[in-house]
């Protein structure tokens, strides 16, 4: 797929944002030495966009909705990660970046039931 096409793709879009604003949070967590929780969910939270990328070459169907579903994991693994530092009292919180992974969730979810359909 093109540049220009990627760009126009709300998903790659949203998720690469989202790996954005990951980046900025887990070197918030870092900043204050919870140095864990900010491995994983920088981890988790950035493969859900580079999982995304790989679909949209994907050489087969079930390799495109393989792909999705790796992703799909990714930001249930990050959704948790964030709920923790929400619940532990000595972490920061961002209820932002618990709106955008439900979000893509949703999206990734919708995603996968349409192309098995297909």
């Not at 939270?45 to 909705?65: H, L, P, R, V």
């Amino acid at each position: 797929m093109e540049k220009r096409k990627q760009a126009d793709n709300v998903i790659v879009r949203l998720s690469f944002q989202f790996a954005l604003d990951i980046i900025e949070f887990t070197d918030i967590l870092t900043s204050i030495n919870k140095f864990v929780i900010a491995n994983q969910l920088l981890k988790s939270g950035t493969s859900i966009g580079a999982n995304i990328k790989e679909a949209q070459n994907s050489e087969s169907k079930a390799d495109f909705i393989h792909k999705m579903k790796i992703a799909a994991k990714e930001a249930e693994e990050t959704e948790y990660w964030l709920l923790l530092c929400k619940f532990a009292p000595s972490y920061p919180t961002s209820d932002a970046l618990l709106g955008k992974v439900i979000e893509l969730e949703k999206i990734l979810n919708k995603i996968i039931s349409s192309a098995k359909k297909n």
